[in-house]
DNA sequence: GCCGTTTTCGGCCCGACTGTTTTCAGTCG
């Protein structure tokens, strides 16, 4: 076995490949199929490896059939993915890597190797500096002058999405902005966005408005736009100063729902209901479901869904994961709301690292209308964060009980983030974590260790009775820190036979169990808890970035312990010895 | 190359925008 492959280096793999496939200008349905795949992979939450290690059949995953499933499988043991090798004699395989460049697809990289015999970025910066790529047929003064540009931006930006609430930051302001535009009825950003994935690649605008030159110029002459990519009446695409690109389209209110549908995907989700539409001699685009030139349903969202004989379908859901049988037969999940929450399990105070008060923390609780609050401060381990010795903890637990005397409507639960020690052990003794309401316990060292210790050194860490809550399971973080190397299908077995609750970290930059994750863990048996790790009062309102995560993971109120009252809370938590 | 309460063969989305091509190909979403 070589060296173990995840999922997104598969997928990757399965990328380049068609990539390559399009240069050489195979069968684009050929192509089409590889990067099906690949995104199947991409979404797995178990680790393809593994499912290979363990012999499973492949080709029971959507999109993958024998071939595929033999080249993964050839992948994973001996690190050769057959049809690549293959093509690699004919196609250089660093073409791929153009295909990233905006403006740039397969004919214009084959078009560029041929006459230039250039294959790599500093190659084409090279060839368009010296004014040379002008010289093709098909390109121009202003095609190099993009290319350039489009070199730039790759160089400048990597292959980083930007994470939701980073996006969410100046997108919606922007939207609300054009909202205001004279003529303008509705606004919505659609697309990942709205489907509420982790990260996003650009942002879906979608405003509906009898007058789309109108929109269109006030969003090329908004101050946050720093280059205009195109722009034409229904459609334009502008970057933004910090690099994230905004596709905004103007549609007539009457096919907003159409559109809205169309545009929030998932693209697989589309296929999906489009093919819906065909089996019944119907068609369906971004401007409605047609029956022939009649229109049947073009306003709203849920109308197209029921003429279809679906229920409505939360965003969350539409990347054609089973969402579609569920609506048929009526069985969608009710996904968890962010008004079900009661209470925050994970939270820190000015006793460790947190920046306010035992009391202001409660007083932000209290007004958001919980009915508890933990106070998880970090147990001794964690040094830069001021964690609390087994007699600082004593005294907060005194300090919590005098504020505590003050309020009726509201629970104290007395907690600790305690660390799970690189042995497994926990970095406080059993007969103080005794005396606490909540105990989280977390990895936040020896992140790099392999994959056998790592899952030892969780799976010890449960055999202790008073672990009740997992927090942050995995350590990543988006765009900065990859997981641990861990076997969490095991582990999240284990946490479900221990009556263990998982966390789902509200931190935009943790969202961790992410949502693949999170949906194995239910499939396992667990029972979530979304957290904010609140570090400060306005943390409690990141709640709702936990909330997504879940949802897209096709959880109710009755998987997340949090939804509980505080009676109720007491008896889903671990029972003790 | 995948998929199948139409099918194991014949489908597989298509419209908007740009640039250069004088009527449309390439790219993108």
Same mark, same amino acid.
């Given at each position: 076995?070589?060296?173990?492959?995840?999922?997104?280096?598969?997928?990757?793999?399965?990328?380049?490949?068609?990539?390559?496939?399009?240069?050489?200008?195979?069968?684009?349905?050929?192509?089409?199929?590889?990067?099906?795949?690949?995104?199947?992979?991409?979404?797995?939450?178990?680790?393809?490896?593994?499912?290979?290690?363990?012999?499973?059949?492949?080709?029971?995953?959507?999109?993958?059939?024998?071939?595929?499933?033999?080249?993964?499988?050839?992948?994973?043991?001996?690190?050769?993915?057959?049809?690549?090798?293959?093509?690699?004699?004919?196609?250089?395989?660093?073409?791929?890597?153009?295909?990233?460049?905006?403006?740039?697809?397969?004919?214009?990289?084959?078009?560029?190797?041929?006459?230039?015999? =250039?294959?790599?970025? /500093? *190659?084409? !910066? &090279? #060839?368009?500096?010296? $004014?040379?790529? %002008?010289?093709?047929?098909?390109? +121009?003064?202003?095609?190099?002058?993009?290319?350039?540009?489009?070199?730039?931006?790759?160089?400048?930006?990597?292959?980083?999405?930007?994470?939701?609430?980073?996006?969410?930051?100046?997108?919606?302001?922007?939207?609300?902005?054009?909202?205001?535009?004279?003529?303008?009825?509705?606004?919505?950003?659609?697309?990942?966005?709205?489907?509420?994935?982790?990260?996003?690649?650009?942002?879906?605008?979608?405003?509906?408005?009898?007058?789309?030159?109108?929109?269109?110029?006030? =969003?090329?002459?908004? /101050? *946050?736009? !720093? &280059? #205009?990519?195109?722009? $034409?009446?229904? %459609?334009?695409?502008?970057?933004? +100063?910090?690099?994230?690109?905004?596709?905004?389209?103007?549609?007539?209110?009457?096919?907003?729902?159409?559109?809205?549908?169309?545009?929030?995907?998932?693209?697989?989700?589309?296929?999906?209901?489009?093919?819906?539409?065909?089996?019944?001699?119907?068609?369906?685009?971004?401007?409605?479901?047609?029956?022939?030139?009649?229109?049947?349903?073009?306003?709203?969202?849920?109308?197209?869904?029921?003429?279809?004989?679906?229920?409505?379908?939360?965003?969350?859901?539409?990347?054609?994961?089973?969402?579609?049988?569920?609506?048929?037969?009526?069985?969608?999940?009710?996904?968890?709301?962010?008004?079900?929450?009661?209470?925050?399990?994970?939270?820190?105070?000015?006793?460790?690292?947190?920046?306010?008060?035992?009391?202001?923390?409660?007083?932000?609780?209290?007004?958001?209308?919980?009915?508890?609050?933990?106070?998880?401060?970090?147990?001794?381990?964690?040094?830069?964060?001021?964690?609390?010795?087994?007699?600082?903890?004593?005294?907060?637990?005194?300090?919590?009980?005098?504020?505590?005397?003050?309020?009726?409507?509201?629970?104290?639960?007395?907690?600790?983030?305690?660390?799970?020690?690189?042995?497994?052990?926990?970095?406080?003794?059993?007969?103080?974590?005794?005396?606490?309401?909540?105990?989280?316990?977390?990895?936040?060292?020896?992140?790099?260790?392999?994959?056998?210790?790592?899952?030892?050194?969780?799976?010890?860490?449960?055999?202790?009775?008073?672990?009740?809550?997992?927090?942050?399971?995995?350590?990543?973080?988006?765009?900065?820190?990859?997981?641990?190397?861990?076997?969490?299908?095991?582990?999240?077995?284990?946490?479900?036979?221990?009556?263990?609750?998982?966390?789902?970290?509200?931190?935009?930059?943790?969202?961790?169990?992410?949502?693949?994750?999170?949906?194995?863990?239910?499939?396992?048996?667990?029972?979530?808890?979304?957290?904010?790790?609140?570090?400060?009062?306005?943390?409690?309102?990141?709640?709702?970035?936990?909330?997504?995560?879940?949802?897209?993971?096709?959880?109710?109120?009755?998987?997340?312990?949090?939804?509980?009252?505080?009676?109720?809370?007491?008896?889903?938590?671990?029972?003790?010895?």
């Amino acid at each position: 076995m070589s060296k173990r492959l995840k999922n997104r280096d598969i997928a990757g793999l399965c990328e380049r490949l068609a990539d390559l496939l399009e240069i050489d200008g195979a069968n684009p349905f050929r192509v089409r199929a590889w990067r099906n795949a690949a995104e199947t992979i991409a979404g797995l939450s178990q680790s393809v490896a593994d499912l290979v290690e363990k012999d499973t059949d492949l080709t029971e995953y959507p999109h993958i059939g024998q071939d595929i499933a033999e080249g993964i499988r050839s992948l994973v043991t001996t690190g050769n993915l057959p049809p690549l090798d293959e093509i690699a004699a004919r196609v250089p395989p660093e073409l791929a890597d153009l295909m990233q460049v905006q403006g740039l697809g397969p004919k214009g990289v084959k078009a560029l190797y041929e006459h230039f015999q =250039l294959r790599t970025l /500093d *190659d084409l !910066e &090279r #060839v368009a500096r010296e $004014g040379r790529v %002008r010289e093709l047929s098909g390109f +121009g003064a202003k095609k190099e002058g993009a290319l350039l540009d489009g070199i730039e931006r790759l160089r400048a930006a990597g292959e980083q999405r930007a994470r939701l609430a980073d996006a969410e930051s100046v997108a919606v302001p922007l939207r609300d902005r054009l909202a205001e535009t004279p003529g303008v009825t509705e606004a919505a950003i659609a697309g990942s966005f709205r489907r509420r994935r982790e990260t996003v690649g650009d942002i879906d605008l979608l405003v509906a408005t009898g007058d789309g030159d109108a929109v269109m110029d006030r =969003l090329v002459a908004d /101050d *946050d736009v !720093e &280059r #205009v990519v195109s722009h $034409g009446s229904t %459609r334009s695409t502008v970057i933004l +100063g910090g690099g994230l690109q905004v596709d905004v389209r103007a549609v007539s209110p009457d096919s907003f729902g159409a559109a809205l549908l169309y545009f929030t995907g998932s693209k697989r989700h589309n296929v999906a209901l489009r093919q819906r539409a065909v089996d019944r001699d119907w068609k369906l685009n971004e401007y409605g479901l047609h029956d022939g030139e009649e229109s049947l349903e073009a306003e709203s969202e849920e109308a197209i869904y029921r003429r279809l004989g679906l229920d409505w379908i939360p965003p969350e859901l539409r990347e054609d994961g089973g969402e579609i049988a569920a609506a048929e037969k009526g069985s969608l999940p009710e996904l968890v709301t962010a008004d079900a929450i009661r209470g925050n399990l994970h939270g820190h105070t000015d006793w460790s690292d947190g920046k306010d008060t035992l009391e202001a923390m409660i007083e932000a609780a209290r007004e958001r209308g919980h009915d508890y609050i933990a106070i998880t401060d970090h147990g001794p381990r964690v040094r830069i964060a001021n964690g609390l010795s087994p007699e600082r903890l004593a005294e907060q637990a005194d300090a919590i009980d005098a504020l505590a005397a003050r309020y009726d409507d509201i629970t104290i639960l007395k907690g600790c983030e305690v660390d799970i020690l690189g042995d497994g052990s926990l970095d406080l003794p059993d007969d103080v974590l005794a005396r606490l309401d909540i105990v989280v316990c977390s990895i936040h060292y020896e992140l790099r260790r392999s994959r056998a210790e790592q899952t030892e050194r969780v799976l010890r860490a449960m055999e202790n009775p008073h672990f009740m809550i997992w927090g942050h399971p995995t350590a990543r973080e988006i765009n900065r820190r990859e997981p641990i190397d861990i076997d969490l299908e095991r582990c999240l077995e284990a946490a479900a036979e221990r009556g263990i609750a998982v966390e789902i970290n509200a931190q935009p930059k943790r969202l961790d169990l992410c949502d693949t994750n999170a949906r194995l863990a239910l499939e396992k048996g667990c029972r979530l808890a979304i957290d904010t790790d609140a570090h400060a009062t306005h943390h409690f309102d990141l709640l709702r970035h936990g909330i997504d995560q879940a949802r897209r993971a096709g959880a109710t109120a009755a998987d997340v312990i949090n939804t509980r009252s505080a009676t109720d809370l007491r008896g889903v938590l671990r029972s003790r010895p």
